[in-house]
Each structure stands twice: as C-alpha cells, then as structure tokens.
C-alpha cells in the first residue's frame, strides 16, 4: 500500500523568507516521490521528483527537496518565498512504472508580502 | 508543442444524467490517466488507458468508465451522475505508461445540480 500524509494543510510566510511544505510517505515498494504546484484555474505543474537517484533533488524556481528513508520523509524547501510561489502544493507517491499516482490532501501556500 | 488538452473547460448537469469528458494528451504521449479532484482534496486516481486498453483502475463504481482511441485521444464517461461527482477532472498524460514524466491537463469542472 502506498500513501502520503501531507502534515500542515495551510502555511503562510513572508516574501524572502524559508518555505518548508512537509511530507511523510508510506509505500510497500521502493517508492518514486513527487511534489506538484497547482495555481488558481491551472493544470498540476511538477516542481521535482525523486526516482532512486540522488537523495537531494533539485526543482524548478528554487525549490528543493530531500529523501529521508529513515524518516520515510520528503519535505520541500525553498530559501527565499516569492509572491508567486503562492499555490496548493501537492506530495505524490507512485511506483516508477504502470500504477498510479497517490497524493497528499495538499499544502496550501500564502506568502505574505 | 501543445501539452494536455481537456474539454470542456465546465459542465453543468443534473442528477441522473450521463456525462462525457474529452481529453488530448500532450505530443509524443501514448497513455492515458484520469484523476477527480473533490474541492480541497488532492487528485484521486480513478483509470489509466494504454494501448486502448483500461490498464489500471482505482476505488471507482463501474459508472466510470472510458476509452481510448487510436490517435491516443481518451474519453471519461460517468453515468448516473450523484451530486458526490461534483469535482475537477484531470487528465495527465505519459509515455508507456512510464510515471515519470505526467503531464497535466487544466482540467474539467464537473457542477452536478
């Protein structure tokens, strides 16, 4: 079985100051994990994965994110918010091939100018 | 390039009606998945379509079903629609079924009345 419990459903930062959007997986397989960004009246945008490789993941606008198998994590980060880094942001767990995606219920973002 | 394209944008129907969904994948893609988005949750899995063949299928009644055509174009179809189908329907498209890189369509907003 796989899921991923997203641990803070709201977080709210001023503008150049750290994001931290957390995520705790749980997969019965080697997992692949993601994270996707989704604005307003727009489609899933995906801002990184981890797929085996590398344990430090580096994504699109500043984001990055690091996989923890002891800690069965993988929290999102970025050092400086941007006001249009304002968004839902959803963790995704799959297997790398032919299965679906499993997400979390999604972090919502507000940056405060 | 186009990427995902879905249609309609919104629909609105009543209880009781029968419902189609319209997605084209992004160029160069061959497989097919469907997501319902419920306000305020994250996407839910409901079918992929590969080789114009249902590959993979989530917690969804059998009045969710689909199709995939030879251009690799798909379609979701519910009937009996339920004021609890209400949501956004996304589409996301892959190569061979390969998670790895899923694109997003902007999805369908389903209103059910």
């Known amino acids: 079985a796989q899921s991923v419990t997203q641990l803070d459903s709201h977080v709210s930062v001023s503008e150049g100051t750290p994001v931290l959007l957390r995520c705790n997986y749980s997969?019965?397989?080697?997992?692949?994990l993601f994270w996707y960004v989704q604005h307003p009246n727009k489609g899933l945008q995906l801002l990184l994965k981890y797929t085996s490789a590398a344990t430090l993941v580096k994504g699109i606008n500043g984001f990055e994110a690091e996989f923890k198998k002891s800690e069965t994590s993988f929290h999102l980060t970025k050092p400086s918010a941007h006001m249009s880094d304002a968004a839902e942001y959803f963790c995704?767990?799959?297997?790398?091939?032919?299965?679906?995606?499993?997400f979390g219920t999604g972090t919502s973002l507000t940056v405060i100018p | 390039d186009a990427g995902v394209t879905q249609s309609p944008t919104h629909l609105i129907k009543t209880r009781g009606q029968q419902v189609t969904l319209r997605c084209s994948p992004k160029?160069?893609?061959?497989?097919v998945s469907w997501y319902q988005q419920a306000l305020g949750q994250g996407p839910q899995f409901i079918f992929q379509y590969y080789e114009e063949e249902e590959r993979q299928r989530g917690n969804f009644p059998d009045r969710f079903s689909g199709h995939q055509f030879p251009n690799y174009s798909s379609e979701l179809n519910v009937n009996a629609l339920l004021l609890g189908d209400s949501a956004l329907y996304l589409c996301?498209?892959?190569?061979?079924?390969?998670?790895?890189?899923?694109?997003f369509g902007s999805g369908t907003q389903l209103s059910v009345l």
């Open positions: 997969s019965s397989y080697s997992p692949s």
């Open positions: 996301a498209s892959s190569f061979r079924e390969i998670n790895e890189k899923l694109f």
């Open positions: 995704v767990v799959s297997r790398l091939t032919g299965n679906q995606f499993y």
């Open positions: 160029s160069g893609h061959d497989t």
